[in-house]
């Protein structure tokens, strides 16, 4: 007997040589299959958009991958086997964006890189973190800039600052960045801080301060004394900083910071607490828009810009600066879309671009850029060893 | 439960909104005059309709024009735009435009001297009577031009000279012809067309027509159906036609469904559709980064003012459009100075919003409502009734014959989801 064999609007199908997956992005299940020859030719007529993501089936000539593939289908409710002369139709994922030009409503946030001299790492290519440098960034030039644009949208400011104790340059910082103080964030190293006074001041002026800390170098004493000026990023490098962290900061009765891993000779740390494994391919819930994104923008760093000392821009300063402090935000926007830039880097490369959970893995990440690997992810090798 | 509330929740525009829609105008719209050389019986402007000021042969002033072009341009070159490069149409319409090309010419020399920060392009839409006489200015300044055609000699025959009223036939396709020989390339790149359906012509006669004598498809739009007088209904009713019988019953209708592609109804009805429904179109790369679902939308289908365009009629009204009544202008032109006021406009569009705001919430087709209030006929009154209300079993219809069309022409998903953009 023929049917028709119909996969629901919110199901994705997608092909990888010899393995298939099914995603629901309604009820978020995923099933993999093995592609034989009979069922890549059903997936290929599922697949053009002609055939309203249906495909005519005979029973009686189903090979047991067929079978199989069709089970999976309308048992775990990717699709429905109807009679041939049904009339409800369905339409497979699609993705149409009607505009791809340069947007300013485009820009989330600006970190700038004030300047000064700190602690020496490259810790700021992962996260945001001071830099050290004998450079200050102009911040007459920075509130020039900020002025062309703040009040046609609504962007995030964050101000690093290398040296907390140069109350010169915090002062002046206060008082430049003062107009937009609601939309700006300092964040500074909080084993820098020898006095809170000048934080007092700027918290009383209505700014907010983020505190960044090592987890290597985490005390009670400093965390207790700054937990009512501002809020923490905890940046470790192992399980055991993790747990230091997490009692300290129960002692210190915190219960919002953030925990940031960072990449050092690490990699086993990386593998068993930051590499995408099955469970957490398992554990993934996108929405159709959420997959969608994952197919166009990269979701960690669009609409990020950052200012470094010496004025260059970055939409990631783990590539190529996009221009300076001193270009049109139009211009610095139209340079982040192209496409080797960072807001459109999307999983379309190297290993990822042959597996079959491409995009429903998370956007490329910093670490990845900072390792020159481009993928963090344990699946590729667990199948390897099958 | 969460996203049923959101759903059925709605915001008010803000004053801001507005501003910002100024920065980015996408078009003004002068009426340079509201007297014509032609009498058509079905012009919104005539005999049939009521909500217009009336008409009175009049010129819109240049004074007006430059006032309102001096305080546009305070905020074009003093704001920074969404996008880089922002392009602006500036609109010639009427009545018939080129009676007051006088106008025409001084403001468009006014714009060029402005020293816009923005790409401005020059648009008209016109009978094509005086066509022949300023075609070569039109060419000189890269036009768009829309010309109003209905089709054949009978086609035409509603729109005839006022002064003798012979049909204007042969006057229109000498000129639209005299100017396709003069300027091929212009003609190509920058004419189209327009007609109106009524008893007298049909959708598929008209796009053959114009197919077969200009080389252009027309857009082919029914007779305006709101704010019809009373007296006149019987009329209206002898005068129109529905576009989908006309292309119903057409020699070969799913030949001509094929070619019209959006200008068929019920295409363009499958387009806003899988653009509302289907969870595959984005506006643009910000629209990935938030969930519909989530956010407070305004009720109706109507445009916050000036998000599309500004429109000034020939007293200096300003209102959001030229095709709603004059009683609804945002603002004023006076030789004098511009009276727009953001706040005031939002507090008054807010007040409409919120008196169909109770309907919205039970509408099924409020995620996809295509009803603009101003054309809700009793919407000034306490308690309007919205045309577009769709219950349950209104919208599953709506469903079932956006979806019967596609099923009917499965090629047109992948066309419409891969070939057409709307901004």
């Known amino acids: ?133 004998t450079q200050y960034l102009n911040v007459d030039d920075v509130v020039l800039f900020i002025k062309m644009f703040h009040r046609s949208c609504n962007i995030k400011i964050n101000l690093v600052i290398s040296d907390i104790n140069d109350s010169k340059c915090l002062n002046k910082i206060l008082e430049a960045f003062y107009f937009i103080k609601e939309d700006v964030v300092l964040y500074t190293l909080a084993d820098d801080v020898l006095s809170t006074i000048l934080m007092k001041k700027a918290i009383h002026l209505g700014y907010v301060f983020h505190f960044i800390f090592l987890g290597s170098t985490l005390k009670f004493d400093i965390v207790n004394r700054l937990k009512n000026i501002g809020s923490f990023n905890v940046l470790i490098f192992n399980e055991s900083e993790y747990s230091i962290t997490k009692n300290i900061m129960l002692s210190a009765l915190i219960s ?131 | 439960m969460c996203k049923l509330l959101a759903m059925n929740r709605f915001r008010d525009i803000r004053p801001y909104e507005i501003e910002n829609n100024l920065v980015n105008l996408r078009q003004l719209v002068f009426e340079v005059t509201d007297a014509c050389n032609l009498k058509c019986k079905y012009c919104g402007y005539g005999d049939l309709y009521y909500g217009y000021d009336k008409r009175e042969s009049k010129y819109l002033s240049v004074n007006k024009a430059k006032l309102l072009l001096n305080y546009l341009s305070n905020i074009w070159n003093t704001s920074i735009t969404n996008e880089e490069s922002p392009l602006t149409y500036i609109s010639f319409y009427g009545g018939e435009p080129l009676l007051n090309i006088a106008f025409i010419k001084e403001i468009i020399a006014y714009v060029e001297n402005l020293q816009l920060k923005r790409n401005i392009l020059f648009s008209m839409t016109t009978n094509a009577m005086l066509l022949d006489k300023y075609m070569d200015f039109l060419v000189e300044k890269k036009f768009s031009l829309l010309i109003s055609l209905d089709g054949n000699r009978r086609a035409q025959s509603y729109r005839v000279k006022k002064t003798t009223g012979e049909n204007s036939f042969d006057k229109v396709i000498s000129n639209v012809k005299a100017l396709q020989a003069k300027y091929p390339k212009y003609f190509t790149e920058h004419v189209n067309f327009n007609s109106v359906l009524h008893n007298r012509n049909s959708v598929g006669g008209t796009y053959s027509f114009i197919k077969k004598n200009f080389n252009k498809e027309t857009t082919i739009s029914e007779l305006n159906n709101s704010e019809i007088r009373e007296d006149k209904l019987d009329e209206y009713d002898r005068t129109f036609r529905n576009k989908i019988e006309s292309i119903k019953n057409s020699s ?69 459009c030229e095709r709603i009544d004059h009683s609804f202008s945002l603002g004023s032109v006076s030789e004098n100075e511009v009276h727009l006021d953001v706040n005031k406009i939002a507090k008054i569009f807010n007040k409409y919003l919120a008196k169909v705001r109770g309907q919205c919430s039970m509408c099924y087709r409020k995620r996809s409502c295509i009803q603009c209030f101003h054309y809700i006929p009793d919407i000034k009154s306490q308690h309007p009734s919205c045309l577009g209300f769709m219950d349950k079993k209104r919208y599953d219809m709506y469903c079932s014959y956006c979806l019967g069309h596609l099923a009917k022409y499965p090629e047109l998903y992948n066309k419409i989801m891969t070939k057409v953009r709307v901004d």
């Open chain 2, 252 to 320: 070969n209708c799913e030949a001509l469904e094929k070619k019209l592609f959006l200008g068929d109804p019920k295409t363009n009805d499958l387009l806003l559709f899988l653009h509302q429904y289907s969870g595959n179109v984005f506006k643009d790369y910000a629209s990935f980064l938030v969930n519909p679902e989530k956010i407070l939308s305004t009720n109706t289908g109507t445009c916050i003012p000036f998000a599309k365009k500004m429109f000034v009629t020939v007293n200096g009204k300003i209102l959001q």
């Open chain 1, 256 to 386: 919002k910071y953030d925990v940031i891993p960072i990449f050092r000779n690490n990699v086993n740390f990386f593998k068993e607490n930051v590499y995408m494994d099955n469970k957490s391919i398992r554990a993934v819930k996108l929405s159709k828009r959420e997959v969608f994104a994952h197919q166009s923008i990269n979701l960690n760093f669009f609409g990020d810009m950052f200012v470094m000392p010496d004025g260059r821009v970055y939409s990631n300063v783990n590539m190529q600066p996009i221009g300076t402090i001193k270009n049109s935000i139009h211009q610095l926007i139209t340079n982040a879309l192209k496409k080797q830039q960072a807001w459109l880097l999307i999983r379309n490369k190297g290993r990822c671009k042959q597996c079959v959970y491409q995009w429903i893995c998370p956007s490329p990440s910093n670490y990845e850029l900072v390792k020159h690997r481009y993928n963090l992810c344990n699946i590729v090798e667990a199948e390897k060893l099958k």
């Open chain 1, 1 to 133: 007997m023929k049917n028709k064999l119909i996969l629901y609007p919110s199901t994705f199908l997608w092909i990888k040589s010899d393995k298939g997956l099914l995603y629901n992005s309604l009820t978020y299940k995923l099933s993999e299959f093995i592609v034989s020859p009979s069922v890549a030719k059903l997936c290929s007529v599922l697949s053009k958009p002609d055939n309203l993501y249906s495909v005519v089936i005979d029973d009686m000539c189903l090979d047991e991958f067929e079978k199989k593939f069709i089970c999976v289908i309308t048992s775990k409710h990717y699709g429905t086997l109807v009679k041939i002369n049904y009339n409800g139709i369905s339409y497979m994922p699609l993705l149409s964006i009607q505009n791809r030009q340069s947007k300013l409503s485009y820009l989330s946030s600006i970190t700038f890189y004030i300047g000064g001299t700190c602690l020496k790492t490259d810790y700021y290519k992962q996260t945001i973190f001071p830099v050290s440098t």
